[in-house]
């Protein structure tokens, strides 16, 4: 046995500090994902306007200063994933991000993958404008020169004579979830273990990995190379850690915060606080002269209606927030039920479906072919609900926020299949299955088992009004993003096989003109039985 979990609760009565303990507090935040107004568990931006509104800026901005000003030596940390997730991002891009962090007291920040989504031309900017140092220890960025000197491995701070060592990481799945150029990412877990010895030898006796590498890579690290290294400050993976009942009703992935002890008794503490601005992080963490620690006390915060929107950053969101409004509130359609996008991991999905099927549209409209069409995307292409009722131009865009172009090209049925057993190698969790790429199709029929060893079970492609099973050597065209067209997240049979390719329409402007094409929505009848799961 080299390391196990534990579950290390303490309290600290009256604030007394014992036996000359020092004692540091934490306030960390995660995937903000451009949470500029009120958002909620189930839509990026909340409209109904009652209690199911939380989070958002304003909110996110009041309770950090709460705690700041009640502590005020507090490390302030963001764990990255600032860009993307809304029509906020859609439209202002890193401009109104970069305004806005920089109003908080960012002691470090970690790089997010979706910070490199619209390539290092997107990103550069934001750094070159951002206060406070942005750490990534297993960054390369030696091709990309324009992003030297705006980051470091990782910076020391100082509160009351200690030092305190923070590493920044970043997940190595940027290369293919994102559009680095040519950014190489390294196995974060030796270069973590090389600049914790580093900090150590130097005489810093806490350290901090600020990591968006997700809960499971931070595990691991905390577990085979947690030997100097006290706290992990996480994002990425959205895991909301919490003691007790999830406030919102979502999925508890563990206690806030996972201890990892070692054998020799030292003690490696995860924290991270889900994602979007619902929750806060919140800890104090105590230890000795050694820099051990030796307790915490930890209250995350759930950042509902009961704590208020600073007035202030609501005035200055004002004009931002009137030019957005009047360009996403038209309705463009409605929907008899709720699409949500929750199950689109583990089942076929009717918002995945909608997509897919205006993506076919797209093509039978702009590239009529002689050849059998099929459409394809995975589940991390749609990234939010639809709700009931009227469907504004809004609602499209957070679904569908990375402004990716719709394109056709042919490609052999072989490569088809291919794709389609990459579509179940990656997961989320295996019992049951619920994994990033899982198919989102329209002109298909794919049964999929999803038990170890995974595997596509039949493939089967619709002409005219039968499915027939899909030959290997056939020509058939496939729409899809280009996104995907470019061998990103893995598809690069795609990118190698793919011949006679079209540029279509936006993905959001395909789907908005579909919707309006065929509305009312009714979302029973999108569920056809085109993904069959076998768990």
């Given amino acids: 046995m080299y390391l ?17 303990l020092f004692p540091l507090h934490i306030v960390h935040y995660n995937d903000f994902h451009a949470r500029f107004e009120e958002t909620s568990v189930n839509y990026p931006v909340c409209k109904v306007n009652d209690t199911s509104c939380l989070g958002g800026f304003p909110r996110l901005y009041q309770e950090i200063k709460t705690l700041l000003k009640q502590y005020p030596d507090a490390l302030l940390l963001n764990a990255g994933d ?33 910070e490199f989504d619209d390539s290092i031309v997107g990103l550069v900017p934001y750094l070159q404008r951002l206060k406070g140092p942005v750490l990534a220890a297993n960054l390369d960025t030696s091709l990309e020169p324009s992003l030297s000197g705006l980051y470091k491995p990782h910076v020391v701070v100082e509160r009351h004579g ?46 901090i990995v600020l990591s968006h590498c997700g809960l499971d890579v931070d595990i691991q690290i905390a577990k085979t190379v947690g030997e100097n290294i006290d706290v992990i400050v996480g994002g990425h993976t959205h895991s909301l850690l919490w003691n007790g009942t999830s406030p919102s009703n979502e999925t508890i992935s563990g206690p806030y915060p996972i201890t990892v002890e070692q054998e020799n008794g030292h003690k490696v503490l995860i924290v991270t606080a889900s994602a979007f601005t619902k929750y806060l992080g919140n800890i104090t963490v105590y230890f000795d002269a050694s820099g051990n620690v030796q ?21 200055l969101l004002q004009p931002y927030s009137q030019y957005i409004h009047n360009m996403i509130e038209e309705v463009i359609g409605e929907s008899n039920d709720y699409l949500p996008d929750e199950g689109c991991a583990s089942q076929e999905c009717a918002i995945g479906n909608l997509v897919a099927d205006a993506f076919l549209e797209e093509s039978r409209l702009k590239k009529p072919s002689n050849l059998t069409t099929v459409a394809l995307l995975v589940r991390n292409n749609v990234r ?29 049925g072989k490569y088809i299949l291919e794709a389609l057993k990459h579509c179940i190698e990656p997961y989320w969790n295996i019992h049951p299955y619920a994994g990033p790429l899982l198919p989102q199709v329209s ?93």
């Fill in 4 to 20: 196990f979990y534990v579950l290390f609760f303490c309290f600290v009565s009256g604030g007394v500090i014992k036996n000359d």
């Fill in 82 to 114: 600032v860009y993307q997730g809304t029509y906020w991002y859609t439209f202002f891009k890193w401009n109104v991000t970069v305004e806005f962090i920089n109003m908080l007291p960012n002691d470090a920040h970690a790089i997010g993958n979706h």
């Fill in 162 to 207: 200690r030092k305190i060592g923070i590493i920044g990481l970043i997940t190595t799945s940027t290369k293919t979830s994102s559009n680095p150029g040519e950014v190489i990412f390294l196995d974060p877990i030796p270069i973590v273990q090389r600049e914790a010895q580093l900090l150590t030898d130097q005489g810093v006796d806490i350290i």
């Fill in 384 to 412: 939010a609900s639809l709700p009931k009722g009227d469907i504004i131009r809004g609602a499209v865009i957070n679904i569908l926020p990375f402004t990716n172009n719709v394109v056709s090209f042919e490609i052999r």
């Fill in 443 to 535: 002109g298909l029929r794919v049964a999929l088992n999803t038990t170890e060893p995974r595997q596509v079970v039949s493939v089967e492609v619709k002409e005219g009004d039968q499915y027939k099973p899909l030959q290997m050597e056939q020509m058939y065209q496939v729409v899809t993003l280009d996104f995907l067209r470019r061998g990103r997240s893995g598809f690069k049979m795609f990118k190698d096989h793919g011949k006679n390719s079209m540029t279509h329409r936006k993905d959001a402007v395909v789907v908005e003109n579909y919707i309006k094409a065929i509305t009312p929505i009714t979302p029973s009848d999108l569920i056809q039985n085109r993904l069959i799961i076998m768990n």
């Fill in 295 to 315: 307790m915490f006390d930890a209250t995350p915060i759930f950042l509902n209606r009961s704590i208020p929107e600073d007035p202030e950053i609501k005035n």
